[in-house]
């Protein structure tokens, strides 16, 4: 039995596991302000928000696509369609704001784009992830965004007053409706953790699953990777970084401690999907999703990393992810394993890391060409250097003879010039949808370039490559 | 005044079609449709669908009681393939099941033999094989011939753009429910319910009366729904007219995308010369029009090309002809703008490909051609309160175009690895159907007894705050608060014969309607105030709400006034037609004055493009927009700033991909990408020219829908601008659009 709260409601229902909660609340419940656009994740006009109980007693909500959410991954939590955000009398501060700003025209995304942005009201820290990204997976074809942008700024200027996660202040500004107070008690009452009946295929966030093949996984019980111990956890011990397979785009993002290593990794994950399928898709999708140009994929291949996968038997494996990817769409894995965790070493003073990401429409995109290097310099000798690059192949490569044409080698214009010939015979990309196969050629070279461009610029600059 | 809808809408309470609560009983459809794009169907396999429960009948047109036959201007188009399939998506057949999924599955068994034919996908190979939907159309002024003798510069090229998915959020739909005597009442989510009542009654062999289309409200259209929801409409209503029972339709997005036609990519060879002054002297142009396998709306859509094929310019001599081309491609359709931002881009190639070779900035041949008063049109009508030497002023004194310039290129001397671009994009735009006959409207006005008041119109309600206009003038006219009128759902029963929501008319001509109507009412209303205050008619004045006699407020209410008309057995409600005076267009010769007036306006447009990425960004849109005399400017304004945003999307990054069988690639979110938040300028400003403007627009206020999507074509020659600024070799190719694909290509091409 899956059992959760939706709006004030306590459901509990026997569907199976991997019914459709987009479907379960137009069908079932007849709650209608939450849109079908697309059923693919791609346009966020049934967003909803999902609330889980944290350590402290307290609710934390995100954003999600309903169209490719489990009914099982609400389990315990608490579901929040429009309808649970209208208060009895007048809008709320978000409904308001889109409202005064003549941020709706056909009406059609508007309640999507009002749950994201009360989704971004309630978050802990307001600061890390702007109005604007909370918005990222919501698409609207008839208002140009300015008039929405507007009512961001209206909101936000109400939001800088907020200065704790406190219920209590959100409903006195009117962003949510009183009733968000007895939730907390709710959910603690539901006691979640009466695991819920895993069996089926494997779901992480259902990002890639319920694209493909949401028709069969609908009427099926999956088994939640979440409901695995801690498959969520990211910690560091010593120098290595541990992140769960479990673990989110998002849950990655608010990992604090990894942004010292990596400065610009809010600039590198705003490339990837929208705020809302962040908030779904795991690390452990990504990577057995195989797709060429997954992003993790390639952010990891280039910090080297090791993945360790479990067997049923309690049995398990450390393997490099270079060698994960064995040709397209095909992954070292067995009937009945599941990967725990991915670990690698944590950068050091004299590494440099960057990741580039390239596609037809900067956000909420996928990829056309990416790439990610890692390189550490010792004494302008290249003493170490791992490259990546997605959709120049099969599968989400790692360029290993061009690392190891430079590795040892002077970092110098003319090595990182001669190793692209080296990567040029690397690579075999084909024409598709993405982009023709020239076009991929020049763009694995431009990001290939754009890595030391960026980081050293002294070396070698625009110039050189034109 | 903001648009009525939207408390409910950011409440998630306004109902569309998929949220109406269903009927008892109610089944659901689904589309097989040909996977094929051009073949003969010898078998169609249905008998494994049939066999899995809940599904209660697949229908064909073997089931059509009245005629195979929904084209609309030419009779080229059938509701369900018989014995050919001409496009992959073209429906075959209509699985009603019990439930949507059910149906869905039983899709999944239905196969087709087939011989298969190879498919005619481009325009060049329709036209060498002479596969036309109609001959081709000329429009001709001066002689071309004899002008290139006395031009100094004569250049030729090539100019394309390709198609466009409407993508709006709400995909196509309907909800068809039986009534006593065989009668059938459609929801439906469409642009035209006249056109879904007139061609339905055809295809069931019923008349007219028997079928009644309802419409609330669209979650969007851009033209994608004024023929296009047509079919699933009559679908529904065909199942009805069998079952009795209530049948619901909702495309998927999948299906939408395969299913319906998008806008029209066209390809056009071009010639244009000037004197040495800069005079554009003359302008051919021949335009290759992909329109599809069937007519549905190219033959409007090829005039409005042909109409705009000058753009802002006065041109002495100009020929300009469409080739309407006929492919294996689903029928292309309307799209904001009907053809005439394909034309306008063909022009402003041309003028860009001579400044390019000319080497100076296209300004300057813009500027010194801008139409000016009484100047003709190829088509014979002239040009009249032509405001584009204002716009252009008041842009330069505004905006300072000739500083932006200075500081595009002062941000290019400075930076390595991005580059700037710059453009002006002057605008102007016939209004009116090009076809007279649709020129007119109808209101019907109930004034209730206890004083709210109920409207209806033939306007569909899409996101465009139509209702919203309808009611202010309403307001205005009878002096009352908005709250008091209601505006109906557009329901064939209560106002009959009309003309689809599109060509930015739809204010104009039901407006006046409603004026009118409400004219007639107040009339009679002052009447009877007269009559009861024992004063002459014309001392009596409603403001507020309230009789007036001259200046001076009287106790009577507004209430009370109509209660009193009402027990004095005065008429409340009143009914009022409008058709625009003055338009009239001969075909045969190409020649009139099709257009009651026309919208001026200018775009300035920077981008800014990464010299490694080949992506882009747009800077700013400033824009100087002919208004009229704006009734709702924020919703004006609203309405311009979604057209630019969706122009950008056609220039720069909307790709439809068909492979070489007609199969679309790009046939989902993921493959087709429409500009989301961050792809839309970082800003837009408008300043609201306010001209006299023309009674024909409804109090003075111009109609805005459609004219502000071409400002979106700056963002693909700024662009251009921008890559020759990093690389002066750059071939400027006028391929819309100008995807990262294509910058970063011409970035770095030799
Ligand atoms: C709108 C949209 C945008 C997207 N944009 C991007 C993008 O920009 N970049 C990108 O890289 N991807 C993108 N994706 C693809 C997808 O979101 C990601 O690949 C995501 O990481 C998949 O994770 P998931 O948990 O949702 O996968 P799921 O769908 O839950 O699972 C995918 C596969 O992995 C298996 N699996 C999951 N976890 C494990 C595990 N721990 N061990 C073994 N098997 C497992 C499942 O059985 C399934 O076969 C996008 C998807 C959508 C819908
Ligand atoms: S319906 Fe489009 S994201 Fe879910
Ligand atoms: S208001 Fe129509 S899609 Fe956003």
Redesign the interface.
């Known amino acids: 039995m899956i059992e959760f709260i939706l709006n004030k409601e306590h459901i509990k229902t026997e569907i199976p596991s991997g019914s459709i909660l987009l479907d379960f609340i137009r069908q079932k419940k007849?709650l209608?302000?939450?849109?079908?656009?697309?059923?693919?994740g791609?346009?966020g006009?049934c967003t909803v928000l999902s609330g889980s109980l944290n350590t402290e007693g307290k609710v934390d909500y995100k954003a999600i696509t309903s169209c490719l959410t489990p009914i099982a991954s609400v389990h315990g939590k608490h579901v929040v369609?429009?309808?649970g955000l209208?208060l009895t009398d007048g809008?709320t501060t978000?409904?308001?704001a889109?409202?005064?700003n003549?941020a709706?025209?056909?009406?059609?995304?508007?309640?999507g784009f009002?749950v994201s942005l009360t989704g971004y009201a309630l978050n802990k820290n307001i600061s890390i992830t702007g109005i604007?990204d909370s918005?990222?997976g919501?698409?609207?074809?008839?208002?140009?965004?300015?008039?929405?942008?507007k009512a961001t700024e209206d909101i936000t200027s109400i939001l800088v007053e907020k200065n704790n996660h406190s219920t209590k202040w959100l409903i006195e500004r009117k962003f949510v409706p009183e009733y968000f107070t007895e939730i907390p008690g709710k959910l603690f009452d539901i006691k979640a953790k009466m695991k819920i009946n895993s069996k089926g295929t494997i779901v992480g966030g259902g990002t890639d699953l319920y694209?493909t093949r949401a028709?069969k996984f609908q009427e099926l019980d999956v088994d939640l990777i979440s409901e695995n111990d801690n498959i969520n956890k990211i910690f560091i011990n010593k120098n290595t970084c541990i992140i769960g397979a479990g673990a989110t785009v998002s849950d990655i993002l608010n990992f604090t401690r990894l942004h010292d290593y990596f400065p610009e990794l809010e600039n590198y994950f705003k490339l990837i999907s929208s705020k809302q399928i962040r908030n779904m898709a795991t690390v452990g999708g990504n990577l057995v999703n195989a797709s060429p140009i997954a992003d993790l994929a390639i952010f990891f291949l280039a910090l080297n990393s090791k993945i360790n996968i479990n067997d049923k038997q309690g049995g398990n494996r450390i393997i490099f992810l270079k060698d994960f990817f064995k040709g397209y769409k095909s992954i070292d894995i067995n009937d009945g394993e599941i990967i725990q965790e991915i670990t690698f070493e944590l950068p050091e003073d004299d590494q440099y890391f960057n990741f580039?990401k390239?596609?037809?429409?900067?956000?909420?995109?996928?990829a056309?060409v990416n790439s990610a290097m890692n390189i550490s310099i010792k004494k302008k000798l290249i003493n170490d250097i791992y490259l990546s690059a997605g959709g120049v192949s099969p599968i989400p490569l790692f360029l290993k003879n061009t690392c190891s044409f430079l590795k040892g080698k002077v970092l110098s214009s003319e090595n990182i010039q001669k190793a692209h010939c080296v990567l040029k015979e690397e690579i075999t990309p084909i024409s598709d949808?993405?982009?023709?196969k020239?076009?991929k050629r020049?763009?694995i070279r431009?990001?290939y370039?754009?890595h030391f461009?960026k980081l050293f610029p002294d070396i070698i600059?625009?110039?050189d490559i034109? | 005044m903001k648009n009525i809808d939207s408390i409910n809408h950011v409440q998630g309470k306004s109902i569309f079609i998929d949220d109406i609560t269903v009927n008892h009983g109610t089944l659901y459809g689904v589309v097989f449709g040909s996977p094929f794009a051009y073949g003969k169907i010898t078998k169609l396999n249905i008998e494994d669908a049939l066999k899995i429960e809940g599904v209660i009948r697949i229908f064909t047109y073997h089931d059509i009681p009245g005629v195979n036959q929904i084209g609309a201007i030419i009779q080229d188009e059938t509701l369900f393939a018989e014995s050919e399939v001409h496009y992959v998506g073209q429906p075959i057949a209509l699985i009603v099941a019990e439930t949507e999924k059910i149906a869905q599955k039983a899709r999944d068994l239905i196969y087709v033999d087939l011989d298969e034919y190879d498919p005619i996908i481009e325009v060049s190979d329709a036209k060498e094989k002479q596969q036309f939907i109609m001959p081709p159309r000329t429009f001709k002024l001066g002689d071309t011939k004899a002008a290139w003798n006395n031009c100094e510069h004569i250049f030729e090229g090539k100019a394309t753009t390709g198609g466009q998915e409407h993508l709006y959020l709400e995909t196509q739909g309907s909800y068809a429910i039986p009534q006593e005597n065989g009668n059938i009442k459609i929801f439906s989510s469409t642009q035209g319910p006249t056109a879904i009542q007139k061609i339905g009654a055809k295809v069931l062999g019923i008349p007219m009366n028997k079928i009644e289309v309802d419409v609330v409200r669209l979650g969007g259209a851009f033209g994608g729904k004024e023929e296009q929801a047509t079919l699933w409409a009559i679908m529904t209503a065909l199942a009805v007219y069998h079952l009795h029972l209530p049948v619901k339709l909702i495309l998927s997005r999948n299906d939408d995308m395969f299913m319906t036609g998008k806008r029209h990519p066209y390809e056009t060879q071009f010639k244009i010369g000037l004197s040495g002054d800069l005079k554009i002297l003359a302008f051919e142009a021949d335009y290759l029009q992909n329109a599809g396998a069937s007519a549905d709306l190219s033959p409007a859509i090829t005039e409005r090309t042909l109409f705009h094929s000058t753009n802002s310019y006065f041109v002495p001599n100009v020929k300009a002809t469409v080739y309407t081309c006929k492919t294996n491609l689903p029928p292309n359709t309307a799209f904001r703008g009907f053809g005439a931002p394909q034309g306008i881009f063909v022009i402003e190639a041309a003028i860009n490909h001579a400044s390019n070779k000319l080497n100076i900035p296209a300004r300057e041949i813009q500027k010194i051609n801008l139409l000016k008063e009484n100047d003709e049109f190829p088509y014979g009508q002239a040009a009249k309160d032509v405001e584009l030497t204002r716009i252009w002023n008041t842009a330069q004194n505004n905006f300072n175009i000739s500083k932006l310039e200075k500081e595009v290129s002062a941000f290019n001397n400075s930076n390595e690895l991005k580059r700037r671009g710059i453009s002006l994009t002057p605008i102007t735009f016939g209004i009116s159907f090009t076809n007279t006959m649709m020129n007119h409207a109808r209101a019907l006005v109930h004034i209730y007894q206890d004083g709210s008041i109920g409207i209806s119109t033939g306007a569909v309600e899409m996101g465009q705050s139509v209702n919203t206009k309808m009611v202010q003038i309403a307001a205005k006219v009878l002096s009352v608060v908005p709250e008091r009128i209601k505006i109906e759902s557009t329901n064939t029963t209560r106002v009959a014969n009309t003309s689809p929501t599109a060509a930015s008319s739809t204010a104009d001509l039901n407006g006046k309607a409603v004026q009118q109507a409400c004219d007639a009412l107040l009339k009679r209303l002052k009447s009877t105030a007269a009559a009861n205050l024992k004063v002459k008619e014309d001392m009596i004045h409603l403001r507020d709400e309230a009789v007036f006699i001259d200046n001076e407020k009287t106790s009577l209410t507004w209430e009370q006034l109509v209660w009193k008309a009402f027990a004095n057995r005065v008429s409340l409600t009143e009914n009022c037609h409008y058709s625009t005076p003055k338009i009239y267009f001969n075909k045969a010769k190409g020649k009139g004055h099709p257009f009651s007036y026309h919208v001026y306006g200018l775009a300035i447009t920077t981008v800014t493009v990464d010299c490694i990425s080949g992506s882009h960004e747009v800077d700013s849109v400033k824009i100087v927009h002919d208004f009229g005399k704006s009734m709702n400017q924020e919703i004006d304004n609203g309405q311009i700033e979604g057209a630019v945003v969706q122009g950008i999307g056609w220039m720069t990054m909307e790709e439809i991909v068909f492979d070489e069988k007609g199969r679309l690639q790009s046939n989902a979110l993921s493959t087709y990408k429409i500009p989301d938040i961050y792809s839309a300028p970082n800003s837009i400003e408008i300043i609201p020219l306010e001209t006299e403007s023309n009674d024909e627009a409804i109090l003075k206020s111009k109609a805005v829908g459609e004219p502000p999507f071409i400002y979106g074509i700056g963002s693909f020659f700024a662009l251009q601008d921008a890559i020759r600024a990093f690389n002066p070799s750059y071939k400027s190719e006028f391929d819309a659009p100008l995807t990262p694909e294509k910058v970063l290509l011409g970035l770095y091409e030799e």
Not at chain 1, 32 to 40: V, Y
Not at chain 1, 433 to 436: D, N, P, T
Request: a positive charge; aromatic letters at 6%; hydrophobic letters at 25%.
């Open positions: 007849h209608t302000g939450t849109k079908i656009g697309c059923r693919e791609d346009c006009a369609t429009i309808e209208n809008l978000v409904q308001n889109i409202k005064e003549n709706t025209q056909c009406g059609f995304c508007t309640p009002v604007k918005i990222s919501n698409i609207c074809r008839c208002t140009g965004y300015k008039s929405i942008e694209v028709n580039e390239v596609s037809k429409r900067t956000h909420l995109d996928i056309s949808v993405r982009g023709s020239g076009y020049l763009l431009q990001l370039y754009g461009i600059n625009i110039y034109k």
